[in-house]
Every structure is written in structure tokens, then in C-alpha cells.
């Protein structure tokens, strides 16, 4: 923000004024125009909600102020352009006062019109909108000349009272009086304006706007006037002291919660006096210039105040008269003055050097002078300078009224270039551009050491140097305050990067050995270190042109025996009493503005609840001191692990992780005061659902159902199996049964007893090849379809041997069959074919056929069709009951069973169909067999 700096005089125009010790005095504003922000420059209200925030009246609208910014509403946001007036209620409500003919307030962010509220609306609210608020009623000037008493909360009419129009008199008591029933002092009904002597009495009428001040103070304007009076209250008699801004419109007074003061001006902008305690004086109050110095107090108490023109003005802290010293050469800066007893000595930057006792002069240094930057005068009263070549002790020739010295730099006891000293009895501390020296006087010689080698801290530039508890304070050009404990040999230092100094630049040093108590005039005004006995709770205090100071660059400070501190700058002399401040000091308040999430704006809550994809948040907050620079403290608990600080007043935090977080942020002025109660927000980013505990529950739970479920199904396949197995053992049984075993061997011994060897060794070879293949296939669960054929071929020729080759068989696969690869149930077909041979082909009198057929039905189902030409099922049927006593066939049951527990395990539709043959007479003419079965790879 642009401060524009304005000094103003104060001086009495009307005989209702008195001159008095004060007319000297000048206060220093900070003037607030368009340029700043405002939106127009006729300033018409000023007022201040609760939380701090400043609300200014214009003739281009209303804005809204924290000190660093200006927030304008408008015909934009729902409110006119021309607001001559507004006021705060109880509830925070701002009301403005506008041409409209009803009434407007703001609340939470919003712009409420009243045009449809009874008593507040354009038919009734008389068009000057005179209103007024207490704790709990709004009092409405009506149309009908009647006063409407409305409820606060919700608006409803409590009283209706009417006059007569011609009853106006503007003395307080009817409806123009609301201007005059100001907080703390009621209704100012039968008050008068007089004179310091309370004569000349007037009354106050619609010309003459009164605001409050500290009680029994109050400010006046009058509208026939420039400039606005500040006035006392005495009984009934309102009597003006003092006129501010007597070449000025003012069209409104304001004093703040922290004590500012602020001026609406008529097209002058918006003016503020941080401090009315704070008083200065320049060249219009009788210096002879305005860039000063230096400072010292004599033994009478006096100021002495040195210029850039080669004058020395003495001040009077009583009477604020101020008399001049005019030294022999002029137009060159009194660097230092040094007060001893009755004597003043006066350094000017030409190498020259006066001597004044009882305020007369009495010697001078004036050719080939080597001091003109300090003057030290130690407790034996031994007189020393500093300057561009030398260190050393001067002397004063009375008889000659001479300040004399060595001309030779080389008869210097420190023959360099030095800023400042503090001599003790054996010993000299001086400090120049390197930092900082110590000379110790022997009897014959004096050797020098520097502090730069050991201590990095004093190897820098040295302004001041004073003695406090054996420890040394360091006034540095660019590092602050350096401590130096002569006891321990250690460095303390006190620089702006951790503690509120001000500024790093450091000129001068004041030591109150009283109060304990160090000001330190630097680059941003003074500073006042408090409790110097203790480094580990120092506190500060910062007083700069944000508080009243004529300037920030201050040359130097000293506080006299009545407790004024005197700061000179080079714009002029500020002084104030820091014992007629409140003692309360307003910490500055905090609070949050706006919360965005993902550049997106919210509605401001206490606490959030938001899903992990909003997890990038930008948080706005703003700190409330109109006499300070504001920094900001903040942190996010579970984010950040230190408090981080920082000029910006937003916080950012992108990709948060799940979890809950808590915000706190506090303003910190520039003395170190932080915001008593932080601004606090929280935030809880939900987890993704894969990351809550139900769903782990769930994943849990689901991995349970899944587990159980594997180790059911494993259970029922391992159950499956061994059932499969104990079926293909009791196949292999019902396959090798003792009926099949006999007729073999049987066979075998026919062909030995025959001579048949070799019919027996082919029987023999094939009947071991069927066994083996059969207990081979019995450990698989699947074998190829080839590896069944071969199973089959070999039952089938051992039954054509057997049967003297009265059978014929013929294998039959389909297209897009692959034997090779794939895969079904072994020892499933062998009972039918064995049915066929056994039963079917029993006794018929031709040479019985038997086909054996595979076809795709699709890519998870094979059928096997085993087609004979017996006599069928019936006949065949017929034989076999014959034979139930000794044999019990199993075999297709077995197979049934077996395809069931295929069906079940495979979840598909297998099964065994069986269809009896006829021919064209109606004959039997055999048996087919339809075998639906799984495939696998």
C-alpha cells in the first residue's frame, strides 16, 4: 500500500480557541485516497464492526478496511454508489444511508434491501434516513413526522410516536437529536458551545456534527467552518481546545478500538493520526531544519538538537520553546552531541569540534581535526574522539579556549577509522567499519584487538556502543544488536530475523539504567528493548510512522528525567510519553476469509468433511493492526511439522493424504505481539473406500466367503475324486471281473492244449498289454481319446480270439476331432462294449458288428456312440436272468454313477442314452449307446 505522509499544523483560527503550550506541536498522518483503493475520495462516515474491520461512507460507494486493503461495494454487489451515512448495530449489521428511499444493511457476506419491511421501506423512512440503534431497538424517522420504535431481531413495531413538524428545533431533542445520542454520553440535550471561559454560549444546530472521543472529550465539525475541532466536555458546556485541518472539509471523526484516529475528508481522501500522543516538531515550529541528527539533554534539562545546517536548537520539554545556536560553519551536520556537568560538546561532521559550558561558548577544534563521528566523555570526565583517521583522548587549553590534539596521526592512540567508544579506566571498546576493537593502555604503549577473528557477529560495521551489567550493547550498520559479555567472552545477538527489531540498521543507543530499559533508533523508527537484564524474555516495542513517528528513519533517541522519549529523524523531531498511553496493547486479531478447494470458493465452516479427491486447499486469512506491518504464524497439525511465518496471507496444501487436520494461523505485529486466539479450521479428508475399515472388514470378510469357499470346493473335488477313483477301482473291478479273467485264461488254455503257441503267445501278449494300459489309465484322471482306442482295441481283439473272430469291430472319429490332444474319462465305454460282446452278440448266427464312433458336439462335449448288431436289449435280457445268480453286472451302473459325478463337477448336461434297434420287420436288430462326456486338453 502507497502512504502518503502529510504534516499538518495546528493552530487556532476563532476567538472560541485559546492558545496554549501546545501550539507548536505537529501530529503526522497517513493520508488513504483512490490511489490507495478508496473509491472515491469525499469520505462521508466512518465506522468499525466487531471484528476490527473499518467501514467508510463514500461518494462512490462503501469499503470495508483491515488495514492493508481496501474491500468496495457498490452498485456491483448490490448496494448504490452515493452512501452519505451508515452506522453498525448491536448484531453486526452495517446500514448505510443512501439516496434510496428505504434502507440497505449488510450481513454475512450479503446486501439485504429493506424496501418491503414495514417502517423501513421507501413509504414510509423519511428521505434523510435519520436512524437510530441501542442494544435492542432501531428508532426510524417517518414520513408522517413520527419517530417508529422497531424490535431489533425481526423488525416488528414496539411504538409509533408522532410530532408536529413544525417542533424541530435541533437541540437534541426530537429526531435531528439522534446525531447527538452518541455512546458514553447519552443524549447531549441542553449542551451549549462556549468558550475556555464558558461564555458566548451557542446552541448546537444542524450546522454543527458532534462525535465521541475519550470521556470528556468529543470532536465537532461545523459546517460552516474548515477543519474539525477536538473539545471538552464540562457540564453543559462543550468547549473546543484545538482545530485539526483548518484548510480542510472534514466531514466525520473516528476513533478506533486501538485509539486511531481517523478523518473523512470532503475530496481529500481518508486521513489517519495512528497516535495522538505522538507529537513533532519541524522547521514551521522554529528548528532551523528538519533533517536532525543528534541528541543530548543538559544539566537543565534542556534538548539540544543537532541539524544538517551547522545549527544547534536548545527545546524546552515544559513549554516546547525552542531557541537556536548558530556554530561558525554552517551547512554541515552536528553528528554527536555529548552532555557532561555543565558542558555540551558539539561534533560536526567538518572536523570540527565546540565546547559550550552553561550553555555558552567556551573552545573550539576547528583546523586539522581528526574527530568528526563520535565524542565519548568516560566517568573521570576524559574526553575522546573518533573520526576518518584516529582514535584518542583531546584536551582543552582554557587559557586559549582551545581543544587541542596531536596533529600526527602517528602519535594516534588508535590510528584508524572509528564510529563510536566506551573507555573504561585501562581499556577502550571502538568500533569502526570492521567491526569492533578492544585497546588496552599500558605504561608505555597501547596494544589493539579485534573481536572480528573470535566473534563473527562484531565483524561487522560498529554505530554505538554502550555499557550495561558488564556487558557491552552494539549498535551494528547491518546485523542489529550485539551483546557482548565481558565476563563470559560470549555473543547474544538481536537481529529482525528473530526478534521484532524493526530493522537490522542500527544507529544509535539509549540505555535507561532505571527501568532497564534500551531504544535503539534504526531504519523503521525506534525501538524499545525491554527488560535488558534478562536476554532469554526480552520484549520489544516498535514505534514507527505507523504509530505517529514523523519518520522512519530515526538518527537518534534519548528518554529525559520526565520519561519522554525524543526521537530525531530526518524529517524532524517526534516526541512522546509512553506513561500517557493505555496500558492495554490490542494484540492484532486473525481471522480466515476464504477456503477454497481446488481453486474453487466455500462457504466458510468451522470444520470440513471432504472426500480424498479434495485434498488440494487454499486458505485466506488476514490480520487487523491499522498501525503495524502484520506477518502470520501458521500451521496445519498433521502436515506440517513447524510453524512457518510468512509475509502471505494464504496458506496452499495440495495432494493431502487421507486424514485429519487441524489449522491455526495467528497475526503477529511488529513489536512480536501474536493474535490472543488463533483463526482455527478443520479439515477431515475421508479415505478412498479401498482404504476404509468396512471395506477391509469387507475384503476380509469376501477373502473368508473366498477361502472357505476354495477349501469347499477343494474338499468336494478331492471328495469327487476320490469317489472317481473309487468308482474307476470298482470299474477296473466290474472291467476285470472274474467272468472276463476266466474266459481269458480259459482261452489261453485252449491255444496251448490246441498247439496253438503261437495264437497263445499273440492272446497272451495282448491280455498283459490290456492289463497294464488298464492300470496305467487308472491313475489318470483323463486320458486322450487315442489311448482309450487302444484300451478298446485290445479288449475287442482278445474277444474276437476268444470267439474265433465272429467279431468285427471299426472306429469311427469324426472331423475336427484331435485323439491326440483330447481328453476324456477313462474305462467309461468298456462295460457297454463288453455288454455288446457278451450279451448282444451272444448266440447270433451271423458275425456280430460292433462301431465304435466319437463326434463333436461342441468344444466341451464329446459323444460316443458304441452301435452293435446283437438281438437287442429284450433277448439279450433274457439270457442274463439266467445268470443273475452267479453275476451281478455292475459295470453300467458304475458308469452312470460315474457321469452323474461328472455332471455335478463339471457343471454340465453328460448322461448315457440307450436305444434298442429294429429293422424293417420290426425285428431286433441291436443296441446303441449314446455316451455324452466332458472334454478336456
Known sequence: MRYVYIILAVFILTHLVDYNALKGQQYTYKNYTIDDGLPSNTIYKIDQDSKGYLWISTGSGASRFNGASFFNFNNKNGLSENIFGLQIDVKDRVWFESYDSYSIYYKDDSIYRTNKIP??????????????????????????????????????????????????????????????????????????????????????????????????????????????????????????????????????????????????????????????????????????????????????????????????????????????????????????????????????????????????????????????????????GNVWGGGSFCFDRVFVDENKHKIIHPLQVKNCLFPNKTFASYVLDDRAFVGTNKGLYKLEFGEKDTTSYYFGEEHKELSFGVRDIELFKNKLWVATVSSGIVVFDLNKNTCFSISSDAYPLGNDACKEIFINEKTEEMWVATNNGVTKISNIADLENLSFKIYNTNDGLISNEATDVLVDKDGTTWVTTKRGLTFFNESEFSEKIDAPQIFINAIQIWDRDTIIQDEYVLNHMDNFLSISFEGLDFNNVIKY?????????????????????????????????????EDGLESDIPAHVKFEIKPPFWMTWWFWILVGLIAMFCIGALFTWRLNMLKRKNEMAKLSLRGLGSQMNAHFLFNSLNSIQNFLLDNQVENAHKYLTKFSRLIRQTLVHLEKENITIQDEMEVLKNYLDLEAMRMNDSINYQFVVGENIDENRMKIQPMLLQPYIENSVRWGLKDIKKNGNILIEFKLVDDKRIKCIIEDNGIGRRKAQEYKSKYLAQHKSIGTKLNEERIKLLASTKKGEFGVKIIDLYDEKDYASGTKVEILLPIEY
Not at 180 to 197: P, Q, R, W
Not at 635 to 661: M, T, V
Open 633 to 669: 504464524k501458521y500451521k496445519l497439525d498433521g502436515h506440517d511439522e513447524d510453524w512457518i511465518i510468512s509475509n502471505e496471507h494464504k496458506a496452499r496444501y495440495s495432494k493431502l493424504p487421507a486424514g485429519s487436520y487441524d489449522f491455526n494461523v495467528y497475526a503477529i505485529n
Open 119 to 380: 417502517y423501513l421501506n421507501d413509504n414510509s423512512i423519511k428521505s434523510n434516513h435519520v436512524i437510530h440503534f441501542d442494544s435492542s431497538t432501531i428508532k426510524v424517522y417517518q414520513r408522517e413526522n413520527a419517530i417508529a420504535t422497531l424490535n431489533l431481531d425481526d423488525f416488528s413495531l414496539l411504538k409509533l410516536e408522532k410530532f408536529e413538524e413544525n417542533s424541530f428545533s435541533g437541540d437534541g431533542e426530537n429526531v435531528h437529536g439522534f446525531q447527538h445520542i452518541l455512546k458514553g454520553f447519552g443524549s447531549l440535550k441542553g449542551v451549549k458551545i462556549c468558550d475556555s471561559k464558558k461564555k458566548n454560549k451557542k446552541n448546537i444546530t444542524r450546522e454543527n456534527y458532534i462525535f465521541a472521543s475519550q470521556y470528556p472529550n468529543l470532536w465537532m465539525q461545523d459546517l460552516s467552518k474548515k477543519g474539525v475541532y477536538y473539545c471538552r466536555l464540562e457540564g453543559e458546556c462543550l468547549i473546543p481546545e484545538r482545530q485539526y485541518f483548518p484548510n480542510y472539509i472534514i466531514n466525520s471523526v473516528f476513533e478506533d478500538k486501538s485509539g486511531n484516529i481517523w478523518f473523512g475528508s470532503q475530496n481529500n481522501g481518508l486521513f489517519l493520526l495512528p497516535h495522538p500522543k505522538l507529537k513533532s516538531l519541524t522547521k514551521a515550529q522554529g528548528l532551523e531544519s528538519n533533517g536532525l541528527y543528534s541528541l543530548a539533554i543538559d544539566h537543565e534539562n534542556k534538548i539540544w538538537v543537532g541539524t544538517d545546517n551547522g545549527f544547534v536548537n536548545k527545546i524546552n520539554p515544559e513549554n516546547l520553546e525552542i531557541s537556536g545556536i548558530r556554530l561558525p560553519i554552517n551547512s554541515f551536520q552536528i553528528v554527536d552531541l555529548e552532555s557532561h556537568k555543565n558542558e555540551m560538546w558539539v561534533q560536526v561532521s567538518k572536523s570540527s569540534l565546540y565546547l559550550f559550558e552553561n550553555g555558552k561558548h567556551k573552545a573550539e577544534l576547528l583546523e586539522g581535526n581528526a574527530f568528526n563521528k563520535d565524542i565519548f566523555i568516560d566517568n573521570n
